[in-house]
């Protein structure tokens, strides 16, 4: 009795393991579409909105909204951002113990036949005591200075 019992409870856990995880994915894709809307339309206060602690960034925010709206049409043509949408498992760098989730959109330059241009990559991390409905890192951008330019 006592071992049925046992069996139960490792089984209800699991399951509740299973369920708690795939709540904290489909918050994270909402919060995904949530940020390239925001993008899409430029607007600024929904997208500080979305970026954990937002009100100390003020310039990374600006430019990189900036930057991704004037190239949304371009990236979005490549892999359609609200459709392709891959979570994946990290650590941080300093602190391996701390466990993270991430999206990245990585985004190679046309035309570039030496391969001479880094590609754009567009990473949105999150941290789940500060809520998968934020996005940890306001630096999502990497690459992006002269991305644009032939």
């Not at 371009?74 to 392709?84: A, G, H, Q, Y």
Request: hydrophobic letters at 35%.
């Amino acid at each position: 009795m006592k071992s049925t019992i046992l069996y139960l409870v490792l089984f209800l856990s699991c399951i509740s393991c299973v369920s708690q995880d795939q709540k904290d994915k489909e918050q994270i894709k909402e919060t995904v579409l949530k940020y390239w809307k925001t993008v899409r339309y430029n607007d600024s206060k929904s997208y500080n909105n979305l970026i954990y602690d937002s009100k100390n960034y003020p310039g990374v925010t600006a430019s990189e909204l900036f930057f991704l709206n004037k190239h949304y049409n371009e990236i979005n043509s490549k892999v359609d951002l609200l459709k392709n949408i891959k979570i994946k498992d990290t650590t941080d760098i300093f602190i391996p113990s701390v466990k993270m989730k991430y999206v990245q959109y990585i985004f190679k330059k046309e035309n570039d036949t030496n391969n001479l241009k880094k590609p754009l990559v567009i990473t949105l991390m999150f941290y789940k005591p500060n809520g998968f409905n934020k996005i940890y890192n306001p630096n999502v951008l990497e690459n992006h200075i002269g991305w644009d330019k032939n």
